[in-house]
């Protein structure tokens, strides 16, 4: 049995609307009016021990409803969810002792204390041994700074601390499964990249299994191996991160600055199958220029074989290659401009 399992998976929300207003207000008293979200539609999901699994998707996709539904906190409208076997929601207290979440929307840690009383309530909450929880506070602090906030009350963090005392609060008894639902929001490089290196510490290190959203995907894209897209409730993409950029990776873009200006170049580069000049390009070569911006699938033609070319009618004096980003290829995904039929494993 897989440590999670997600089948046929749904929630639907339902709201009250009220028309704006007075009137609206007055008539709200008399006659409810309800509108129906299916805010998670049909899902299946397997997770085994140990993956760290990036869960993406456009704002309202999905994803947090769906991290609610595995750690316990709302119920299924249909479908069912098993979390080492048990059902999260009827058997919350159990399931509690065995996760960690963060979300990084909002604090789980006690406002009015100072965070090392809030730690120190955990440990008693869920029992942690006194060794286990020295030697979690002493990575944790490494990891994490916490010297540097500890003695503050939760209202008094900054949100990169906050976010980092959340993080370690989550993790202090050891969870098997942590879920981080944005758990880099609004924090700056240097705190996101030691939250990144702290999740995958853990990762790496203790096994455990991490489920991820984000929209910053530089989050994902040196600890996810998996990748499972939601848009409007349903899983499009189930599949590796390296499938997708192999697949839709395969623009690059060759910027060149040549010695002296060679409008032969114009005709050395067309002459290439699967590259292209961009026009700016064309009309500067034409002109004297020395800058070349050339597009080419690098499927079909290698950098070496561009660069060649040019280097048989041109002195090469400095080079750089683009390729697109996860970001840029995702986003494409969203936009529906990438068709993941052609990944390879489209859910
Ligand atoms: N309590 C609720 N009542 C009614 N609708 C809700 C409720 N919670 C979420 N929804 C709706 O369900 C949909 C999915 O919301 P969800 O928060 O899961 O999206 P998300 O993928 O986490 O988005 P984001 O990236 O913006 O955090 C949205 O349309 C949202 O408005
Ligand atoms: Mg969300």
Redesign the pocket.
Known sequence: MSQIEVRELSKE?R?AVKEPGLKGAVKHLFTQQYRD?L??DRINLTIEQGEAVAYV??????????IKMLTGILVPSAGTVRVNGLDPHKDRIENAKKIGAVFGQRTQLWWDIPVAESFALIKDIYEIPDLEYKRNMEIFTELLDLNDYIHLSGRKLSLGQRMRADLAAALLHNPEIVYL??PTIGLDVAVKERIRRFIKHINQENKTTIML?T?DLGDIEDLCKRLVI?DK?RIIYDGTLQAVKDAFARERVLHVQVKEPAPVLLEAIERLPGANLSEETRNGLLNGGKQLSIAFDRFRISAGDVAGAIMKVAEIVDFRIDEPSVEQIIRRVYEGELDLASAGKGA
């Open positions: 929300f709201y979200k805010a998670v998707g456009p704002n309202g996709a999905g994803k947090s409803t769906t639902d944005e959203t929209h939601i409730g």
